[in-house]
């Protein structure tokens, strides 16, 4: 993540997100891996068509691993 943020590797720090949200998913961590994975989804939306980043991708994988319940709001 540090080389990502550094070199602003946006494409890097989207797998970062991502991957880090499904191995919590993966340990059993379901409520941690879904909040990374919404970082991701929020981190897509804003960067849709950017680094090959697709946010219809990512919203369809989101649903189907999480049930459909899709919920936008950020945490402040």
Known sequence: MK????FHDMKAYSRYLHLKGWCL???GQREEGEKWYKKFFHFAYALD???AISFETVKKE???VFGGKLD???EW
Do not use: N, S
């Open 3 to 6: 080389m990502a943020l550094d």
């Open 25 to 27: 998913l993966k340990l």
């Open 49 to 51: 068509g950017y680094a």
């Open 62 to 64: 989101y649903e189907e």
């Open 72 to 74: 936008l709001c950020l």
